[in-house]
């Protein structure tokens, strides 16, 4: 399966609900047909797979229950005039569906048309099948009959396209209800669902193909959208080239502090991201024997040696930004280091083992950037870390209430969230960054953008995205395999990017 397309997408996110109002408001406000619009979705939908299944001449449309069986029979319609050969899964009687989905299943049956029992037998006479089951008016885990028939999909090969989301796929979190269709391409509607973004949802909706229906923008400016969409083409503008008279102190000097004995390489990362990102000067503050790790092959790095986690004043004081976390474990030295940089009032980046030693104690405050993944932030909530990805965004909210500053919660689909500011997911990004030392190469470029003088929003926005899309660039060779310092190149390449 492919991961969510990122072309030609609007950057609002909604939930389930904002979409229902939205619709409402087309309905009621605006004067368009609620059947218009089922229409409009269906024929959306049998364009883009005309388009993109240009030979499939099999169609198998699974209808379920509610508007989203609506477009699936507006689906099956077209599709038997356009001359198709289209077998039809009702999941409902159709005669007990209501209002618009009742009309449109009308439609199709008046055509002489009579839907049939599923079994998997019927993915080997089909080309295409179109998920139109539950939509997102999904309101509890998908068991039985319905659970049943996505496994059965899931496991062949036939190329699934989903009416407006997949189905069991949670609309608001990205969370799979029991059984989720599992589709090649997801054409939605009228506004992007959050979910689809993040979590489990970049496994299920493969490409993503987004249609307004026409709705008038005016409809859009009534309800506000609970997230948005970072995109790298108006970001970067943000970019700063340097002054032809700059010298090193004028582009900021980044403190990482952290590696505990035996754990060099994380803060060794760390410190080269931060020089790759354009610091001008970067001193590591670990142990002595950690030297030759962190010096070789980057004599560029500036060590500060500290045997009982005690910082100089003289480095502290000349910090612009610091890093503290990478390699560090609950040890009284990473205690003593952590509690240098908290009484610190420079720009940071809190990370790794610093967050698990974090209490509510230490926050709320301003001059941070947290940078949990799932594990840290049920660390930091005092949750399973199957709850924190289960409601990702919430998680998100809660950790910068309670801890203050910027938070940005790693993992498939990002999540940045700022005091003054909704919630910004990052769409780039790929499965090959699911190895060690990622992380720590985001706190060093995160800082090195803080010590050069950026906001702390839009540091966090340019290094989410550079971290990505360095990782988008190096995983062109493939994305198994794929190594945190294989980012270093990119993240050059696109700090340079005016």
């Not at 009308?106 to 099948?129: C, I, K």
């Not at 992380?439 to 950026?454: C, N, R, T």
Request: proline fraction near 5%; hydrophobic fraction near 45%.
């Amino acid at each position: 399966m492919n991961s969510p397309s990122r072309d030609k997408l609007p950057i609002n996110l909604y939930s389930a609900e904002s979409v229902r109002q939205l619709d409402a408001l087309a309905i009621n406000e605006f004067k368009i047909a609620g059947y218009e619009l089922m229409k409009r979705a269906g024929q959306s939908a049998f364009h883009f797979i005309q388009d993109t299944y240009p030979i499939a001449r099999r169609m198998l449309v699974i209808c379920g229950a509610g508007n989203n069986a609506g477009d699936g029979y507006v689906v099956a319609r077209l599709a038997i005039k356009a001359g198709l050969d289209v077998t039809v899964v009702s999941m409902i009687e159709g005669k007990r569906l209501k209002g618009d989905a009742y009309t449109a299943w009308h439609d199709w049956h008046s055509l002489g048309r009579q839907a049939v029992p599923f079994s998997a037998e019927l993915l080997l006479h089909t080309d295409v099948v179109v998920d139109a089951m539950l939509g997102t008016g999904l309101q509890r885990d998908v068991e039985g009959k319905w659970a049943e028939l996505i496994t059965a999909v899931n496991d062949d090969t036939v190329p699934v396209v989903s009416m407006d989301i997949p189905s069991g796929l949670c609309p608001d979190t990205g969370r799979v209800a029991g059984a989720a269709i599992r589709a090649d391409a997801t054409v939605t509607f009228i506004g992007l669902k959050k979910g689809m973004f993040t979590h489990l949802g970049v496994d299920h909706c493969g490409e993503l193909k987004f249609d307004d229906l026409q709705i008038p923008h005016k409809v859009y400016e009534h309800v506000p959208p609970q997230a948005q969409l970072l995109e790298w083409p108006l970001l970067k503008y943000y970019l700063r080239p340097r002054a032809a008279s700059s010298h090193k102190h004028q582009c900021g000097h980044v403190v990482i502090m952290g590696g505990d004995l035996g754990m060099p390489g994380a803060v060794r990362m760390a410190a080269e991201a931060a020089l790759r990102a354009g610091a001008g000067l970067v001193t590591v503050v670990s142990h002595a024997e950690h030297a030759p790790i962190i010096l070789s092959g980057r004599p560029e790095i500036m060590l500060c040696p500290s045997e009982d986690g005690h910082v100089s004043a003289d480095v502290m004081a000349s910090a612009d930004a610091l890093v503290v976390g990478p390699g560090m474990t609950d040890s009284q030295w990473s205690q003593h280091l952590l509690s240098a940089a908290l009484e610190s009032h420079v720009p940071k980046v809190v990370d790794a083992g610093a967050l698990r030693m974090l209490s509510i104690e230490d926050g709320p405050r301003s001059d941070w950037i947290l940078t949990p993944h799932p594990g840290e932030a049920a660390a930091l909530l005092g949750e399973a870390s199957e709850v924190i990805q289960a409601s990702r965004f919430s998680s998100t909210e809660l950790i910068q209430s309670s801890f203050g500053g910027l938070v940005i919660l790693k993992g498939a689909g990002s999540l940045l969230c700022s005091e003054d500011g909704m919630i910004q997911l990052c769409p780039y990004g790929n499965p090959g960054m699911a190895s060690a030392g990622m992380g720590d190469v985001l706190s060093g470029v995160l800082a090195s953008l803080l010590a050069q003088g950026y906001s702390y929003q839009i540091a966090a926005r340019l290094g989410v995205c550079i971290h990505s899309m360095a990782a988008d660039s190096a995983a062109a060779q493939g994305e198994k395999g794929l190594l945190a310092c294989d980012l270093f190149p990119y993240i050059r390449q696109l700090v340079n990017l005016q």
